[in-house]
């Protein structure tokens, strides 16, 4: 086996891309959910005054960061889940590039946005806290370490390590039996299930961008309308 092996490195580099997929991904989902529920709050709470929300609003609230949780993810894993055996039955060398190449590419992706993200939030906190400049310029520009930083190591950053222990769990099993059926003589059946898996996902990575998008004409007109909140 040689890293020059054109199978092994396209798999090296197709690792990379899943990996900077999920984290990007990942972060959207969130993104999209908190604007939503920024937008219900925004519409049907007042913030100003004594007066409390109400339970029935603040369950809202929470149903709305929750169901995009859940349909973020089950897009983005997935998609992993299906291009993991779409690429186990391509190629056994394509899929040990690809295995060593989300591994290497996710622990240090995790190790950044880890460490990226509570460098991002602390940053803030310093300015809330101890410079006392809240409600300043400085605090504005400083809110990116909540809309960046906590999806950086609350959301991406953890969600790669069982990323990295599906794909290795499920696509040492897929590619056994890729390997099988080409041993066979059945290699057809395995470039044919490769091809049907690789559909699959890009169904679900389509779905994790396009699907979980704020629409320019939303955000313009976002903080002026009520919001129906969609499955």
């Known amino acids: 086996?040689?890293?020059?092996?054109?199978?092994?490195?396209?798999?090296?580099?197709?690792?990379?891309?899943?990996?900077?997929?999920?984290?990007?991904?990942?972060?959207?989902?969130?993104?999209?959910?908190?604007?939503?529920?920024v937008e219900f709050i925004k519409a049907n709470i007042r913030l100003e005054g004594v007066t409390r929300a109400s339970v029935e609003d603040s369950r809202?609230?929470?149903?709305?960061?929750?169901?995009?949780?859940?349909?973020?993810?089950?897009?983005i894993f997935l998609g992993v889940f299906f291009s993991t055996l779409?690429?186990?039955?391509?190629?056994?060398?394509?899929?040990i590039g690809y295995l060593i190449s989300i591994a290497m590419f996710g622990l240090f992706q995790a190790i950044f946005m880890a460490n990226a993200?509570?460098?991002?939030?602390?940053?803030k906190k310093i300015v809330e806290t101890e410079l006392k400049m809240k409600g300043t310029e400085l605090h504005a520009a400083s809110v990116v370490g909540d809309t960046v930083g906590d999806p950086f190591k609350d959301t991406s950053s953890v969600a790669m390590n069982p990323v990295i222990k599906f794909t290795t769990l499920f696509g040492l099993l897929a590619v056994e039996l890729g390997v099988y059926l080409s041993a066979g003589g059945n290699s057809?059946?395995?470039?044919?299930?490769?091809?049907?898996?690789?559909?699959?996902s890009l169904v679900f990575v389509h779905r994790s961008f396009y699907g979980m998008r704020i629409e320019t004409q939303e955000v313009a007109a976002g903080a002026h309308r009520p919001v129906a909140v969609k499955a």
């Open 1 to 37: 086996l040689s890293i020059l092996h054109p199978p092994f490195l396209l798999g090296l580099i197709t690792g990379g891309a899943v990996i900077y997929w999920f984290t990007g991904a990942s972060t959207q989902a969130v993104t999209t959910g908190a604007y939503r529920a």
């Open 86 to 95: 779409a690429f186990a039955f391509i190629e056994p060398f394509f899929f």
């Open 60 to 75: 809202k609230v929470v149903e709305i960061c929750t169901q995009y949780a859940q349909k973020g993810m089950f897009n």
């Open 188 to 200: 057809t059946l395995a470039k044919g299930l490769a091809v049907a898996f690789f559909l699959a």
């Open 117 to 123: 993200g509570g460098a991002w939030d602390n940053a």
